[in-house]
């Protein structure tokens, strides 16, 4: 991990956190997330092992390559190198997952390192 990342000290939390008011955009994301839940509901009785595989590989590409590998370990930590196609990719792969931007994202989770388990920690669950 580099250590000139995480020496440094942000005062404030990123831009994209902490708006007072709502955009059109998180409206459009929360409806989105809200539609599937409710979708979900009906999910037992239209099982089949089809649906199932394409839930996983969507599962793989979106939190896996997308969420855990590309924002978080090379994104924001910078774990590791992959090379500039495959980091594109696996960002894009991110965006699918309706978290954000890389950029903001980044932002947001350097912050969260910074002030965990306090009360500016913008990914605390309380
Ligand atoms: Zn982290």
């Not at 999910?43 to 092992?49: K, L, V």
């Not at 699918?96 to 669950?125: C, F």
């Amino acid at each position: 991990m580099d250590a000139s990342i995480e020496s440094r000290e942000v005062e404030k939390p990123p831009i994209s956190f902490g708006k007072e008011e709502w955009t059109e955009i998180d409206k459009g994301k929360t409806f989105i997330i809200f539609l599937l839940h409710v979708l979900c509901i009906f999910a037992p009785f239209q099982f089949n092992w089809s649906t199932l595989w394409v839930v996983v590989a969507l599962y793989v590409i979106t939190g896996l390559f997308g969420m855990s590998l590309s924002y978080h370990r090379n994104l924001s930590h910078k774990s590791f190198k992959p090379l500039k196609w495959l980091e594109y990719l696996f960002a894009y792969c991110g965006v699918l997952a309706l978290e954000g931007n890389p950029i903001d994202w980044v932002s947001m989770h350097r912050y969260h390192h910074q002030v965990a388990d306090t009360e500016k920690d913008p990914q605390r669950l309380d």
